[in-house]
């Protein structure tokens, strides 16, 4: 079955520079790709995907990009800012009925 | 949040006590998903439903734990007996009509002592 690997587990940054999450996953029918951002005592809140059609995806100070033939996709997030400390999960779908398959979290922390 | 609300929000039961926990969409959709979340096992897929149909329960983990949807506006997800392993945060999540987009609920927290 479907298998998403996301590194890494814990990252730590200085507020203003760049956060870089990676994930790969096993089963080259996926064709959907969302990143979830988790607050404590909250649940994932979804920030932005990707489909298999599209090589990047820019929001803001948010950005997503899949390489498909090697299986993997990343977040980066530019500008870091203390309230983008979070835990973020990536995931992968194949699109039969929307299962998602979860990579394992990253914690994020923003240092001021 | 806003388009799912789970009740209870907290929920402490002694083992071999009836779970119920409830679900119930306040924004259109097509499929609803139930989630478990541990620090060892990560965010799990239980089961989901498509138009109130169950589709795929490959994730329920045994026959303790049952889910229904009797209409498109709610579902509970029960465990019986529970056990002190069931502990976990478990969500409900939404997919609106034939969007990929999954949109979750703020989570029940069960603590089986």
């Known amino acids: 079955g479907e298998n998403v690997e996301q590194h890494p587990s814990t990252l730590s940054v200085q507020e203003g520079d760049s956060a870089v999450i990676k994930c790969t996953y096993s089963d080259s029918a996926s064709n959907y790709f969302p990143w979830y951002k988790q607050e404590l005592g909250k649940g994932p809140q979804l920030i932005i995907d990707i489909r298999s059609n599209v090589g990047e995806k820019k929001d803001q100070r948010i950005a997503v990009t899949l390489n498909k033939t090697a299986k993997h996709f990343s977040l980066h997030i530019t500008e870091t800012q203390p309230e983008d400390s979070a835990v973020y999960f990536c995931a992968a779908s194949n699109n039969q009925g929307g299962k998602l398959i979860f990579g394992q979290g990253t914690e994020l922390s923003v240092k001021p | 949040d806003a388009g799912v609300i789970q009740s209870p929000r907290h929920e402490v039961t002694e083992m071999g006590q009836e779970v119920t926990l409830r679900c119930k969409p306040i924004s259109g959709h097509n499929s609803l998903f139930w989630y478990r979340q541990t620090m060892m096992r990560g965010l799990e897929l239980l089961i989901y439903?498509?138009?109130?149909?169950?589709?795929?329960d490959s994730g329920m983990p045994e026959d303790r734990f049952s889910a229904k949807m009797p209409n498109a506006s709610f579902s509970t997800l029960k465990i019986q007996p529970s056990e002190p392993r069931d502990s976990a945060v478990y969500f409900c999540a939404i997919k609106p009509g034939e969007s990929d987009e999954q949109y979750f609920g703020p989570g029940t927290r069960l603590t089986v002592t």
């Open positions: 439903f498509n138009n109130n149909v169950p589709i795929d």
